[in-house]
């Protein structure tokens, strides 16, 4: 079972408490801002900052941990790669064949460790953006915000229903073991989960029609409907100042070093 990202958004912090359409652009825009760093010691300050938001959040960092461990392995790969793909003369250190290993590859292990640290931050700050109030008022917020309205209801009709289609392959999955189906790695395995896949696509399109006339019966409109009404109180806009400010901040920061450089 996918695990729901706002399974903790029932707990009371500052973060919850802020109000949702501040929130995302606040940390939309410190998202962005870290991917634009090009310096270690500032990418590394981001994401002790980003540690910060996540432990105001009282989301637990076990829940967080076990989606990054993803990321990691996702990424993990440039810092093995990186240091053998530079192209320039240095000292010789290492040849394995047509690769060589100098010092100027043991360089670019920094710039591999903050591509590593900035994916990890960047998905880090997503808890605290969306995982800290309803997915039902994170969409009202995006609408709001002005976003196209056939994304946000495209998002909001994929979280909904991924999770039923992901309870339908699992009903899928036990129907098959209890005919004696295993896992395994052989083309039978392949055929038989690709058939089931498959199946799974074709119920999910029925589904969908039988969602859609449903819905037009009981008056939908295409608009997001919550009972909870967004209002501004000082407390938003002063979170609101500080993440911005961190975000404009890094930015100076690496402003006023590349003059210093110069």
């Known amino acids: 079972m996918i695990s729901e ?20 652009i606040s940390i939309f825009m410190l ?15 981001s994401m002790l900052f980003a540690i910060i938001l996540v432990y105001i959040s009282r989301i637990p960092f076990s829940f967080i941990l076990g989606r990054l461990k993803w ?21 010789e250190i290492a040849k394995i064949g047509s690769i060589t290993l100098n010092f100027r590859g043991i360089e670019s292990v920094e710039f591999a460790v903050m591509i590593v640290i ?20 994170t969409f009202k917020a995006l609408e709001d915000l002005h976003l196209p309205n056939k994304l946000v209801q495209m998002l909001a009709f994929t ?22 189906f295993k896992r395994g790695s052989n083309l ?9 896949i498959a199946t799974l696509f074709v119920m999910s ?27 501004l109180r000082p407390h938003d806009w002063l979170y609101t100042v500080v993440v911005c400010g961190f975000a404009i901040f890094v930015q100076v920061a690496v402003w006023y070093g590349t003059l210093e450089g110069t």
């Open 118 to 137: 900035k994916a990890l931050t960047s998905v880090m700050l997503i808890f605290p953006m969306i995982g800290t109030s309803r997915m039902d008022i």
């Open 205 to 231: 399109f029925e589904q969908a029609e039988r969602v859609f006339y449903a819905m037009r019966s009981k008056g939908y409109a295409g608009k997001i409907t919550t009972m909870h009404e967004f209002t």
């Open 31 to 45: 998202i962005f801002s870290i991917m634009l760093l090009y310096d270690l010691k500032l990418v590394i300050i």
């Open 71 to 91: 990321v990691f392995l996702f990424v993990l790969p440039f810092l093995i790669i990186l240091p053998f793909t530079v192209i320039g003369e240095g000292s």
């Open 188 to 196: 039978y395995t392949i055929t038989t989960l690709t058939k089931a």
């Open 5 to 24: 990202i706002d399974i903790y958004a029932g707990l009371s912090s500052p973060i919850h408490r802020w109000d949702p359409r501040l929130k995302v």
């Open 159 to 180: 979280y909904r229903y991924i999770f039923v289609l992901s309870n339908e392959f699992m009903l899928m999955e036990r129907s098959l073991t209890s005919r004696g």
